[in-house]
């Protein structure tokens, strides 16, 4: 298979990977510590949620009195326009209802809204929830999916995959609260690092099992020869949980944590304590402390763990380090990636050393000379100390 279509095929798959009720719930959690009424009265929007399968619907239907909600709209995508085809059948849910029609199942989307206690026992829950046919496929950029959008306070959701930026820009046009999951490497998107470094959007509270999420896949995809560890790839109680890694939750809604500042070291005992640090400034750049670029006046920090407390300067830190990002504590001033990396100042890698670099893909990207050999970290953002 051609590489594109590879990816393509891969995209497709992940598109259908489901989140696990306990990582949204400790991450709503956080939300509720810090402002028990930050749900309150709000209309909740989960687009790409169909009840049978998605836990965020389950965790705000069955949370709906506490959090004192006023409404939860949570639609679904239609099966026929599902990238990847996991065999769809109608679930009992569907099929035994007066308003199952087999001619729109697999092709239409589902809307489900929550709004009163329906059952009358007392409370409202997922027990509770209305559901009908959309129009359409519930495709979250259709019309009648956006006029939900507008109608809604807040957007919660794992989007596709593939679709990520094109969500991300589908709430913010719209001028929306948010909480949803991507992959942390977005962060060094052209569209969404403007934004971070402004402060209009940033991490959420909690970051999976150090960045690594385990997501409900398709059962089908679960083959014991080719998936290379237990623990990246198991079968407990009939699903199949699939690890991926560099996975964050993005948001632009309060919620606390990000205020607490890292702790950091003075860049004496980094250099004397911090073995690990010591260890890969001599492998990758024979040097024994912190090197400056060769092409942009910052020092390079290899490990977030080793930002010094007293450099004035600016510095080069790992993507990781948003994970710590503390808005009063350190200014974000650019990243040295392509066009990004250029409006940064970064002076283009010369001709002849970038020819000899693997992956000479821009010539805006830092370099340091070890010895005679030049290296290019990864991906840096370039931050600098707020208070000194
Ligand atoms: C990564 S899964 C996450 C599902 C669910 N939000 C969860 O976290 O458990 C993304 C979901 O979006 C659906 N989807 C794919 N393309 C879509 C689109 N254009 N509009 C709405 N939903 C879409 C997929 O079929 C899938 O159900």
């Given at each position: 298979m051609a590489q594109s279509n590879l990816a393509d095929a891969k995209n497709a798959k992940n598109d259908e990977f489901y989140t696990q009720y306990h990582d949204i719930e400790k991450e709503i959690n956080s939300y509720i510590e810090y402002d028990p009424?930050?749900?309150?009265?709000?209309?909740?929007?989960?687009?790409?949620?169909d009840p049978e399968w998605s836990n965020f619907t389950k965790y705000f239907a069955q949370n709906f009195d506490r959090f004192g909600l006023k409404k939860l709209i949570s639609t679904s995508y239609a099966a026929k326009s599902k990238k990847y085809d996991s065999g769809y059948q109608p679930t009992l849910f569907e099929t035994d209802d007066p308003r199952f029609d087999k001619s729109k199942t697999a092709k239409n989307g589902k809307i489900f809204t929550l709004t009163r206690d329906k059952t009358g026992d007392g409370k409202v829950d997922v027990e509770d929830l209305e559901w009908s046919y959309l129009k359409g496929d519930g495709d979250f950029r259709s019309e009648e999916v956006e006029k939900l959008r507008d109608e809604a306070d807040i957007v919660v959701t794992n989007p596709p995959?593939?679709?990520?930026?094109?969500?991300?820009?589908?709430?913010?046009?719209?001028?929306?609260?948010?909480?949803?999951?991507?992959?942390?490497?977005?962060?060094?998107?052209?569209?969404?690092?403007?934004?971070?470094?402004?402060?209009?959007?940033?991490?959420?509270?909690?970051?999976?099992?150090?960045?690594?999420?385990?997501?409900?896949?398709?059962?089908?995809?679960?083959?014991?020869?080719?998936?290379?560890?237990?623990?990246?790839?198991?079968?407990?109680?009939?699903?199949?949980?699939?690890?991926?890694?560099?996975?964050?939750?993005?948001?632009?809604?309060?919620?606390?944590?990000?205020?607490?500042?890292?702790?950091?070291?003075?860049?004496?005992?980094?250099?004397?304590?911090?073995?690990?640090?010591?260890?890969?400034?001599?492998?990758?750049?024979?040097?024994?402390r912190y090197p400056k670029y060769s092409n942009y006046d910052a020092i390079d920090v290899p490990l977030v763990s080793a930002i010094p407390d007293d450099y004035k300067g600016e510095m080069g830190v790992p993507v990781s380090f948003m994970d710590k990002y503390c808005p009063e504590q350190f200014e974000i001033i650019g990243i040295g990636i392509g066009s990004l990396g250029k409006e940064l100042g970064i002076s283009p890698i010369p001709k002849e050393i970038d020819d000899s670099l693997p992956g000479h893909s821009s010539v805006w990207r830092f370099y340091i000379m070890a010895g005679k050999t030049a290296v290019v970290p990864y991906s840096r953002i370039i931050i600098k100390h707020k208070d000194i």
């Open positions: 009424d930050v749900f309150k009265d709000k209309v909740i929007l989960l687009p790409c949620d995959f593939s679709l990520f930026r094109e969500f991300l820009s589908w709430v913010l046009e719209a001028d929306k609260k948010f909480i949803i999951i991507g992959n942390l490497n977005t962060v060094a998107n052209r569209e969404v690092f403007p934004l971070v470094k402004k402060n209009l959007i940033w991490l959420g509270a909690t970051c999976f099992n150090s960045g690594a999420a385990y997501f409900i896949a398709p059962k089908e995809l679960y083959d014991s020869q080719k998936m290379s560890s237990e623990k990246n790839a198991y079968l407990k109680d009939g699903k199949f949980y699939w690890r991926v890694n560099g996975i964050r939750w993005y948001t632009n809604i309060e919620h606390g944590v990000r205020h607490h500042p890292l702790k950091l070291m003075s860049e004496k005992d980094n250099l004397r304590f911090n073995t690990t640090l010591v260890r890969k400034l001599k492998e990758k750049y024979e040097v024994d």
